[in-house]
């Protein structure tokens, strides 16, 4: 097993709890590895959901995975301004050269002006109930759900914003260098 570095691309694979493959990412450059966090960087990357369907990001994008909390963070550099897109899933892996994670379907998508919004509560329930996600799942989910809502209300860590302008600067200057 190789080990990953900075400036590494990896591709991402994202599956549901039954072990069924929904997403995958086929671009992703590694900007940071510490004992607690995966940061990497994207920027018209394809993403393929389940049934097929292909599309490119449009925006420049900064992604937190972590090894021991149950979300990942995708910070959204669109046009109107700063957008996270966070995912309750798993804790990430590292799997020959794919970043791996459970998604456990809620989202909690943060806006520009700092208001934000759960989202697939109806899928979650769906999932939870079909997959047989169990007691103790849900405790977990719905813990680090508030776990997320309270970092952002704070803006402690990833949503600070400066944290996110730092890791883009970061992933510009290594895009120059390749070129």
């Excluded at 018209?44 to 389940?50: D, G, N």
């Excluded at 097929?52 to 021991?68: M, N, S, W």
């Excluded at 990942?72 to 109107?80: F, S, V």
């Excluded at 379907?105 to 934000?116: A, E, Q």
């Amino acid at each position: 097993m190789r080990k990953i570095k900075e400036g590494d691309k990896l591709q991402i694979h994202c599956y549901k709890h039954d072990g069924t493959l929904h997403r995958t990412c086929d671009e992703a450059t590694v900007l940071e590895i510490t004992d607690k966090s995966l940061v990497c960087a994207n920027y018209k990357t394809e993403i393929i959901e389940k049934g097929g369907v292909r599309y490119h990001t449009k925006e420049p994008a900064i992604l937190i995975f972590y090894k021991d909390e149950w979300f990942n963070i995708i910070g959204q550099m669109k046009e109107k301004g700063l957008f996270y897109y966070c995912n309750l899933a798993s804790p990430y892996i590292i799997d020959d050269g794919l970043i791996k994670y459970i998604d456990y379907d809620l989202d909690l998508r943060v806006f520009p002006d700092g208001s934000f919004k759960v989202l697939d509560r109806n899928e979650y329930r769906f999932h939870k109930k079909k997959m047989n996600y169990g007691t103790d799942l849900e405790k977990v989910i719905d813990y680090e759900l508030q776990k997320l809502i309270n970092m952002k209300k704070n803006n402690i860590g990833v949503f600070s914003e400066d944290m996110i302008e730092h890791y883009y600067d970061l992933y510009e200057k290594m895009r120059l260098k390749k070129y």
